[in-house]
């Protein structure tokens, strides 16, 4: 009889604040049917991980939280086709079942992997997929944006916003305008926001209006504050779903709502992928840590104010 192997992983066995987490060995994962098995470099950590651990939706323990992963393919399981070992991989996996990021080893549906473009690092790779899938699908598949259009994207020096800040330029919008605090806006001036809006100071709404496309990552009453500045047929996309007084509002200023739900992607991961290697979509890194100091990750991270993304480096 063979042991178990087993491998070091940041896991949750309740639900609760960032202390929950904890390094353990758990049983190293084999790759199943067109999967691969992934020695992870990096570890994207995003809002929702901080969601998930803190309970917001049920969970089967111990978990392992992480989706968003850079490594390398060290196996590969049956009827994988364009991936093999030694590959440089990254990708969003499984969202929003387990995926198990935050580990020495993933098992990954080859299908949700795209090859690491060579200009650039695991870090900045792991940082990318989430960020980049869900700021493509509410641009391009839920906000149909065209040449032309004035967008803005709230929230916008988060992972998501300032994505979708350069989407939209890359798209041909005409101006694109994002909203942060002071301390952020020459990061997005320089990622090619014509204007950016300090929400801590200014109230949106009167300061734009008659927008062609919003995207919404927050919801609650940034929502309908935000729906006053969109045109009457203009869009906007939420991140957070519909809530009370939803469709009333958007009926009476004949806006169209579009909804983004991230799962795996290959459209999205693909042109994202192109944009990195292009050179044309910076992803920023507000700061890398090792797994080990996961809890500070998380506890950093829900204070809100993340610039960019926050990496765990996997050795
Ligand atoms: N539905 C989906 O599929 C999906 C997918 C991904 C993310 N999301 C959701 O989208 C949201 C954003 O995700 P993320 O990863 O981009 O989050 P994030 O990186 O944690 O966002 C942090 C950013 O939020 C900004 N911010 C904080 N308070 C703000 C306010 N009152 N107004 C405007 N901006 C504010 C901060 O800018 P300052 O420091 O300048 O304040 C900071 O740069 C999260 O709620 C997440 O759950 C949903």
Same mark, same amino acid.
């Given at each position: 009889?063979?042991?178990?192997?087993?491998?070091?992983?940041?896991?949750?066995?309740r639900f609760?604040?960032?202390?929950v987490l904890h390094m353990t060995e758990v049983p190293k994962p084999r790759p199943g049917d067109?999967?691969?098995?992934?020695?992870?470099?990096?570890?994207?950590?995003?809002?929702?991980?901080w969601l998930i651990r803190a309970g917001i939706s049920p969970a089967e323990f111990p978990l392992v939280i992480g989706w968003d992963v850079s490594g390398t393919v060290v196996a590969t399981g049956p009827h994988v086709t364009g991936l093999r070992e030694g590959d440089d991989v990254f990708g969003m996996l499984r969202f929003p079942s387990p995926a198990g990021c935050y580990a020495e080893y993933v +098992? !990954?549906? =080859?299908?949700?992997?795209? %090859?690491?473009?060579?200009?650039?690092?695991?870090?900045? +790779? !792991?940082? =990318?997929?989430?960020?980049? %899938?869900?700021a493509w699908q509410a641009l391009f598949r839920q906000g149909e944006i065209a040449q032309g259009q004035r967008v803005l994207v709230h929230s916008a020096a988060g992972g998501v916003g300032h994505v979708a800040v350069q989407l939209a330029k890359l798209a041909g919008a005409a101006e694109v305008i994002g909203t942060a605090s002071a301390r952020n806006h020459d990061f997005l001036t320089g990622l090619g926001a014509d204007r950016v809006i300090d929400y801590t100071s200014e109230?949106?709404?009167?300061?734009?209006?008659?927008?062609?496309?919003?995207?919404?990552?927050?919801?609650?009453?940034?929502f309908f504050e935000l729906l006053e500045v969109v045109r009457p047929g203009g869009v906007i996309v939420t991140l957070k779903g519909k809530q009370q007084g939803y469709e009333n509002a958007l009926?009476?200023?004949?806006?169209?709502?579009?909804?983004?739900?991230?799962?795996?992607?290959?459209?999205?991961?693909?042109?994202?992928?192109r944009y990195l290697a292009e050179g044309r979509l910076n992803i920023a890194i507000d700061r890398v840590l090792p797994l080990d100091d996961v809890v500070k990750a998380h506890t950093?991270?829900?204070?809100?104010?993340?610039?960019?993304r926050i990496v765990l480096e996997v050795s």
């Open positions: 009889m063979t042991a178990t192997e087993t491998m070091r992983a940041a896991v949750i066995d609760g604040p960032p202390e067109g999967e691969v098995l992934v020695a992870v470099r990096a570890a994207g950590v995003n809002a929702i991980d +098992a !990954a549906p =080859a299908a949700e992997l795209a %090859i690491k473009p060579d200009n650039i690092d695991h870090l900045t +790779a !792991a940082a =990318a997929p989430m960020a980049g %899938i869900t109230r949106i709404s009167e300061v734009v209006s008659d927008l062609d496309l919003v995207v919404d990552p927050r919801g609650g009453a940034d009926a009476e200023r004949g806006v169209r709502d579009g909804y983004v739900y991230v799962t795996p992607d290959r459209e999205a991961l693909t042109e994202v992928t950093f991270g829900e204070q809100g104010h993340v610039r960019g």
